[in-house]
């Protein structure tokens, strides 16, 4: 037996005439070398000649005639009897819900479906209620494709945004449920704060940081150091310019309705710390303390299972008991990053604000005078006192270009 491997139509032709002839043959050497022939045709022809798979809604048809089926039979598979003629007269696309339901209840294969040679379904995330993103919202911001259709598609759209922001994994499910853990807001839209997280982590993923981020290297030096950035005009910028040399990506996005939301503390699936900033009050106070809020919990706090950190902070910190703590602790280094106690408690700022002892202090402790001055409104609890000095409308122009 004497048998070379198919590369050319004369090859091909040449082993159908032998295996002519060997089907004539009885004996075991004979039936040895069919075997082996066949096996390297239906090689080459699978390459040479690939069948092509069935069109997606032939495929519909071709198993309703089987089963002797009816459109209206198909309405609990793909939804109206409008839905089930659009469909099948191809002016409306196939979603995953659909061909999920087609293929357990009508044993049409997945890849013909999909219209993909060894296509699979996506698992089934059943926690996820995909219509209740806000779908439009995102369209309008560019965050996701527009889809006609779209709380239809919303499965597909939403797999688009979830791949790029790492993957399945990437979604934590307890953003899906109301929650006393973190720093939520209890009226807050647990799927509009995955979506904004989610676009958050995409975007940390698109962007290559200068450096890389050392475990550790966040410490109470390090958030000085930015601190220290807000007396710039530019502040902003240097902030998330300075944080890219260490490898911590700085992302701006407007917050979504219903999330009652200032910032967050994320990693990207290949561990790379995130901040997130919504810049909910656009004063330059406002800004700093929660950035280095966020920041604190990279440092200090996102580890092990601890994947992510938001923040209302507008929130008293007891109304969260599980993590109080740490929501505290990040309160304080930020505040004392910002202000170093010791020098707050042995100036007569507090009880003698006046515009020139906020400039004079500010310029003693080298931060911009709006961290003075939002720190005496906070604590006098007169947000009337020193308004002209906390910055409003200086922050979000900075990070116009990314949203």
Not at 224 to 230: G, P, T, Y
Not at 306 to 323: Q, T
Request: hydrophobic share 40%; proline share 4%.
């Amino acid at each position: 037996m004497s048998i070379r491997p198919i590369r050319s139509e004369s090859d091909y032709d040449a082993a159908l005439e032998r295996i002519s002839v060997l089907m004539e043959s009885s004996s075991d050497e004979a039936l040895d070398e069919l075997d082996v022939l066949t096996t390297l045709v239906e090689v080459y022809e699978n390459s040479r000649y690939p069948i092509d798979l069935p069109d997606p809604i032939e495929g519909i048809k071709f198993r309703m005639e089987q089963a002797g089926l009816t459109q209206a039979d198909l309405k609990s598979y793909i939804g109206s009897s409008a839905k089930v003629s659009e469909v099948l007269s191809g002016k409306r696309p196939l979603t995953l819900k659909m061909i999920r339901a087609l293929n357990a209840h009508l044993g049409i294969p997945a890849e013909v479906l999909i219209g993909e040679a060894a296509a699979t379904l996506p698992d089934d995330m059943t926690e996820v209620h995909w219509e209740r993103f806000p779908l439009r919202e995102m369209v309008k911001r560019c965050w996701i494709e527009p889809a006609k259709d779209i709380k239809d598609r919303a499965e597909e759209v939403m797999r688009g945004l979830i791949d790029r922001a790492g993957g399945a994994d990437t979604l934590s499910m307890a953003l899906y449920r109301k929650s006393n853990t973190s720093r939520r807001n209890a009226r807050m839209d647990p799927y509009a704060l995955q979506a904004w997280c989610l676009h958050i982590l995409a975007e940390a993923r698109s962007r290559r940081l200068e450096g890389r981020y050392r475990e550790g290297s966040i410490d109470e030096d390090f958030l000085r150091e930015v601190a220290r950035l807000s007396v710039f005009a530019e502040g902003p910028k240097l902030a998330a310019e300075y944080l890219a040399q260490h490898g911590v990506a700085l992302v701006y996005a407007e917050h979504l309705p219903r999330t009652y939301l200032d910032g967050a503390a994320l990693r990207t699936k290949e561990g790379v710390p995130v901040v997130g900033i919504t810049v909910r009050y656009d004063r330059i106070d406002n800004f700093w303390f929660c950035l280095l809020h966020e920041l604190a919990h990279v440092g200090w706090h996102l580890s092990g299972d601890i994947s992510y950190f938001v923040d209302d902070l507008s929130l008293d910190v007891s109304s969260h008991e599980d993590d109080a703590g740490m929501e505290d602790e990040a309160d304080t280094l930020a505040q004392n990053a910002l202000i170093p106690e010791d020098e707050w408690v042995t100036s007569d700022i507090l009880s003698a604000p006046s515009p020139m002892s906020v400039l004079t202090f500010a310029q003693e402790i080298g931060v911009h005078p709006a961290i003075v001055a939002g720190r005496v409104r906070k604590e006098s609890e007169n947000y009337r006192l020193l308004s002209q000095f906390v910055g409003t409308g200086e922050v979000r122009k900075h990070f116009s270009e990314e949203y």
